[in-house]
C-alpha cells in the first residue's frame, strides 16, 4: 500500500479534509469495480493508492516506476518479482507467462517420439532378423516334429537342475466345498514316477482340472493325503521347481517371444546363471518349440494374437520349461491345436520326460498316437476314479468288466466313452443307470492291489536314498530359485516400460488429455488476467477496498482436482486391470507379488509426470497463476499420484468392465471434498472436517491457496479470508506430505487386494 500526494477533490477546500471520491454514485460504483479508471486516482492531498499493474513503489510508496523486463508487477507491487527463467515478462508486465513447462515438454515430447517410433530394438536387432529370415521361410507349422528335438538339455546346467529321483503318491483325495454337496473329487489314490508322461482323460466336468490342482498344492484336499518321497507335504511349497501351462495361453501382449521366454527365465531360472547363459537357454528352448524364427514377432492378445494359436501355446510352455522344472503340469496342451502339431507337442514332452522331469497333463479327445505315447493313465467321470494305471492295460481291464473295445477303435475313444456312460457293458454287475458310480466302486475293490503297489513304491523309493532329507534339500533348492527382490523389480520393470512404449496411442492419447484438461480449465480463467484473489486492504486502508473474492481460488482448486480425476482414473485402472490373468499366472509360479506392484508403480512414474507437466504447462499459460511453476507442477503430480493410486485400488477389486466406471466415480467424490462447495468453514461447522481431510482434494485445494495468498499478504488481510474459507495458511508442506500420504495409502490398499483379492487363482 502506498500513499501519493495529488490534488483536491472537485468538493474539497484547503481547509477540508480530501475526499475519496466524486459524490456521484457512478464514480463510487465504477471505484469499487475497478482500479483502472481515472475515478481511483487520488483525490486529496493524501489519499493513499494501491500500486497500479505493471508497477511497482518501493517504500515509503511516494515513487511509482514501470516493471523491468524479466520481472512482473501486479497489483500492489513494492519491489518486482523475478520471472522464471524461460518465462516471457516484457517491461511493464503485470503477470507471468510461464514457458518453463513448454519447452521441457516439448524437449520430453521429442524424446518420446523418437523412443516410440524410432525404436533401438529394431537397429539392434536388424542381423538377427536376416540371419533367421532363411530359417523363417523353410519353418512351418507341421514341421514341429522335426524341430522339437531335446536342445534344452544343451541349457546350462549347475546343482540347481540336477535333480534327484522324485516319486508322488496320493492317497484317497478328496475335496468338496462344502458338506452338502458332491465332491468334486473322491477317492483318488495313485502314484506317478520320476520320468513319467501321465495323461488325465475323462469328460467334461469329470474333475481333471480340480485333481491337477489338488496335485500341484494348488488345493487342500479335504481328505486323504500327497507325498513326495515318502513325505506328507505339499507340492505347493516346491512350486519354484514346479511348471504350470494353463488351458488359456496367458501371455504379455506387448513382448516378443523372446523377451517374453527371456523374462520368465531371468525371473525364475537358476540365479547363478549369466546373460549370456540366460540367452543360450532361451535360445534352446525356443529352438526345442520349432519356435525360433518368431523369435522377434510380438506375442499379441487372445483378440488379435500376431502368432498361430499352436505358436501360444508352445510359448506358453516355454515359459514353464525354461525355469528348469522337475514337474511340469499342463492343463489340456492339446486343445485347439490340429491333430499333427498336438501329437508333435506330444512327441516333445516325451522327450522332456526323458530327461527325468514328471510330466502330467489333461487331455481332450486325444487320437491313439497319443494315448499309446503315454507312460501313465487316469480316467475319471463325475470326480470319481474309473481306471488308473498302464494305457496298455487299459484296454484290457475294461474287456474284463464286458465292455466291448475293437482292436482297431481308438482306444482312448472308448474310454471316455465309457465315462460318459455312453457305452453299455455286457457283465450283469454294470447297468446303464449310475455307470460311472458302479465302475469307480469296482475299481474301489482293486484298490487293495493299487495300494499294495504304492508301498511297494514307497518302501523302492526309500532303499534308494530317496529318502526326506531329499524333499528337505528340494525345499531349500526351491527357496535359492529365481532372481532377487531387487532383480524382479529390475525386470518386470523393464518389462512395463516396454509394454507402455509399444502401446503409443494409449500413451500419446493419456498425456493428450492430461493437456486438454489444463487448457480448458485455463480458458476459463483467462480472462481474470492473474488476478484469482480480491480482499480487504490491511490496516487502515480497509476504505479503500472494493469487493472481496475469496471463493475464486478455492473454486480453482476444485475444477483442478475433478480435471486430474477425469484425465487420469481410466489410465490408472489399466495399470493392473489389463494384466490380472498374467499377475495371477505369475504369482503362482512364485514371482514376488511385491517386486511386480513396485515395478508397475515405477512405471507408471514417467506417464504421470509427462500427463501433470502437459496439463500444468496449459494451465499456467492461460490462467497465469501467481505461483511458481515448478511447486504449481509439485501438487498437479501429487495428484495425478493419487488419482492413479486410487483408480489402482478400485482395479483390483472389482472386474475390468466396470473399474473405469467406478474409479471415475470415486476419483470425482475425492475431488469434489475439497472445500469449496460446500466451503470448508461450513462443514467445520458440521463437525465433518475429518472426513474432507480423508480426501486429498481439501489438502490440494489448501495448498494453492495459501501459495497464492502468499503472494498478497503485503496487500490483504490474508487471514481473515482464511477464517471465511476454513483453510489453513502457512503449511503448504504439511498439505504436500498428506497427498503424498494418501496416494501412497491407496497403493498399500491396491497391493493389499492383489494379494487377498482372487487368491486361489495365486496358488
Known amino acids: 500500500m502506498t500513499a501519493k500526494t495529488s490534488t483536491l477533490g472537485p468538493e474539497s ?8 471520491c466524486a459524490p456521484t454514485k457512478e464514480c463510487l460504483a465504477v471505484r469499487l469495480q475497478t482500479v483502472e479508471n481515472t475515478c481511483n486516482q487520488p483525490q486529496g492531498l493524501y489519499e493513499p493508492i494501491v500500486c497500479t499493474k505493471g508497477h511497482y513503489c518501493p517504500r515509503p510508496g511516494d515513487q511509482r516506476y514501470i516493471c523491468p523486463a524479466k520481472h512482473y508487477c501486479p497489483l500492489g507491487t513494492e519491489s518486482p518479482v523475478k520471472c522464471g527463467p524461460l518465462s516471457v515478462c516484457p517491461s511493464g508486465s503485470s503477470r507471468e507467462f510461464h514457458l518453463d513447462g513448454f519447452v521441457v515438454a516439448l524437449v520430453l515430447d521429442i524424446i518420446l517420439l ?60 478328496t475335496f468338496e466345498l462344502s458338506e452338502s454337496t458332491r465332491p468334486l473329487v473322491s477317492s483318488i489314490s495313485g502314484s506317478i514316477q520320476r520320468g513319467m508322461l501321465c495323461g488325465i482323460l475323462g469328460p467334461s466336468g469329470a474333475g481333471k482340472t480340480t485333481l491337477m490342482r489338488l496335485l500341484m498344492g494348488k488345493l487342500e484336499p479335504t481328505k486323504g493325503i500327497v507325498e513326495v518321497n515318502g513325505m506328507q507335504t505339499t507340492l505347493s511349497r516346491l512350486k519354484k521347481l514346479t511348471g504350470y501351462v494353463p488351458s488359456d495361453d496367458i501371455l504379455p501382449s506387448h513382448l516378443t517371444v523372446y523377451e517374453t521366454i527371456l523374462h520368465a527365465c531371468r525371473v525364475r531360472g537358476p540365479r547363478k546363471w549369466s546373460d549370456e547363459q540366460r540367452s543360450v537357454a532361451t535360445q534352446s528352448i525356443m529352438q526345442s518349440l520349432g519356435i525360433l524364427h518368431i523369435q522377434h514377432q510380438l506375442v499379441g492378445d487372445q483378440v488379435m494374437s500376431l502368432i498361430s494359436s499352436g505358436q501360444r501355446k508352445r510359448v506358453s510352455i516355454a515359459m514353464e520349461l525354461i525355469a528348469a522344472p522337475m514337474m511340469l503340469f499342463l492343463d489340456e496342451p492339446t486343445s485347439g491345436l490340429d491333430s499333427t502339431t498336438a501329437m508333435a507337442l506330444i512327441d516333445l514332452l516325451k522327450k522332456i520326460s526323458e530327461t527325468g522331469v514328471i510330466v502330467v497333463c489333461i487331455l481332450h479327445q486325444p487320437r491313439q498316437e497319443i494315448f499309446d505315447a503315454l507312460d501313465h493313465v487316469m480316467l475319471m467321470a ?51 443307470v449310475n455307470m460311472a458310480q458302479q465302475l469307480a466302486r469296482m475299481w474301489e475293490q482293486q484298490q487293495c492291489i493299487q495300494h499294495e503297489a504304492i508301498q511297494h513304491t514307497k518302501d523302492k523309493t526309500e532303499s534308494n536314498d530317496l529318502s526326506r532329507d531329499i524333499v528337505v534339500d528340494l525345499e531349500h533348492t526351491a527357496a535359492l530359485r529365481g532372481a532377487s527382490w531387487l532383480r524382479q523389480v529390475q525386470y518386470s520393470h523393464v518389462r512395463a516400460m516396454k509394454q507402455q512404449l509399444r502401446q503409443p496411442i494409449s500413451l500419446l492419447l493419456e498425456i493428450a488429455v492430461g ?29 479503500l477496498s472494493s469487493a472481496v473474492d ?143 481431510r480423508m480426501c486429498p482434494g481439501t489438502w490440494l485445494t489448501e495448498a494453492y491457496f495459501d501459495l497464492v495468498l502468499k503472494r498478497v499478504e503485503h496487500l490483504y488481510d490474508v487471514h481473515a479470508a482464511a477464517a471465511w474459507t476454513g483453510f489453513s495458511l502457512g503449511r503448504t508442506s504439511l498439505d504436500v506430505l498428506m497427498i503424498l500420504v494418501i496416494g501412497t495409502f491407496y497403493r498399500a490398499l491396491t497391493f493389499v487386494g492383489l494379494v487377498y483379492f482372487d487368491r486361489d487363482k495365486q496358488r
Open 550 to 692: 475469496y471463493s475464486t481460488v478455492p473454486k480453482i482448486g476444485n475444477m483442478i482436482t475433478l480435471a486430474i480425476a477425469l484425465a487420469a482414473s481410466a489410465p490408472g485402472v489399466s495399470t493392473f486391470g489389463d494384466e490380472k490373468s498374467l499377475y495371477w499366472r505369475e504369482a503362482a509360479a512364485g514371482h514376488r507379488r511385491s517386486a511386480y506392484f513396485t515395478a508397475k508403480v515405477l512405471a507408471t512414474i514417467p506417464r504421470m509426470a509427462l500427463s501433470s507437466l502437459h496439463f500444468t504447462s496449459f494451465y499456467a499459460i492461460l490462467a497465469t497463476p501467481s505461483i511458481n511453476f515448478w511447486l504449481l507442477y509439485v501438487l498437479v503430480l501429487l495428484y495425478f499420484y493419487c488419482v492413479y493410486g486410487l483408480a489402482s485400488a478400485v482395479s483390483v477389486a472389482v472386474k475390468r468392465e466396470n473399474g473405469a466406471l467406478l474409479a471415475m466415480i470415486l476419483c470425482l467424490i475425492i475431488g469434489a471434498f475439497g472445500g469449496y462447495a460446500p466451503m470448508l468453514s461450513n462443514v467445520q461447522s458440521w463437525h465433518l472436517e475429518w472426513l474432507w
Open 382 to 432: 463325475d470326480g470319481m476314479q474309473l481306471y488308473e494305471g498302464s494305457p496298455g492295460e487299459a484296454a484290457g481291464y475294461f474287456c474284463s468288466q464286458g465292455f466291448d473295445i475293437p482292436k482297431d477303435a481308438n482306444p482312448a475313444d472308448c474310454l471316455l466313452d465309457i465315462a460318459a456312460s455312453k457305452a453299455r457293458s455286457a457283465s450283469p454287475h454294470i447297468g446303464t
Open 114 to 173: 523418437i523412443i516410440i517410433f524410432v525404436p533401438l530394438h529394431l537397429r539392434v536387432h536388424k542381423l538377427d532378423f536376416k540371419r533367421y529370415r532363411q530359417d523363417s521361410q523353410s519353418s512351418s507349422e507341421e514341421d514341429l516334429e522335426a524341430a522339437a528335438r531335446p536342445t534344452f538339455l544343451s541349457m546350462p546346467s549347475d546343482h540347481e537342475t540336477d535333480y534327484p529321483n522324485i516319486s508322488i503318491i496320493y492317497q484317497d483325495i
Open 515 to 543: 493437456g486438454v484438461a489444463g487448457l480448458l480449465i485455463g480458458l476459463g480463467l483467462y480472462s481474470n488476467k492473474g488476478m484469482h484473489f480480491q480482499g480487504v486492504y490491511l490496516t487502515p486502508f480497509e476504505m
Open 13 to 20: 477546500k484547503g481547509i477540508e479534509p480530501p475526499q475519496y
